[in-house]
Nanobody, 121 residues
Framework: QVQLVESGGGLVQAGGSLRLSCAAS????????MRWYRQAPGKQRELVAG???????NYADSVKGRFTISRDNAKNTVYLQMNSLKPEDTAVYYC???????????????WGQGTQVTVSS
């Protein structure tokens, strides 16, 4: 199996910073892409940022210029550096990995359990 474990969430004041990490482990042949999503109370889960195995990135308009996604392929880990945080960034942040467990395997979607980020005004 494949497990994704997030860490780094917490409570921070508006204008502050947090760095989230997501480490993938288990039976992994390759990770095509890794993404961060978030879900605020009463809202749908939304894509925050993504990064491919080659390092190409994309961001939601709401976080461009404030958040940076990066990955360490050797550690199967993705990071989300969040700066200039706003109260509207408050949500549970989830990591998604697009993973092949073996050479013959299809790419599967694997989610982490989520980490809470709370930004106070």
């Amino acid at each position: 199996q494949v497990q994704l474990v997030e860490s780094g969430g917490g409570l921070v004041q508006a204008g502050g910073s947090l760095r989230l990490s997501c480490a993938a482990s288990g039976t992994i042949f390759s990770i095509n892409a890794m993404r961060w999503y978030r879900q605020a109370p009463g809202k749908q889960r939304e894509l925050v940022a993504g990064i491919t195995s080659g390092g190409s990135t994309n961001y939601a308009d709401s976080v461009k210029g404030r958040f940076t996604i990066s990955r360490d392929n050797a550690k199967n880990t993705v990071y989300l550096q969040m700066n200039s945080l706003k109260p509207e960034d408050t949500a549970v942040y989830y990591c998604l990995g697009l993973v092949k467990r073996t050479f013959e395997d299809y790419v599967g979607n694997y989610w982490g359990q989520g980490t809470q980020v709370t930004v106070s005004s």
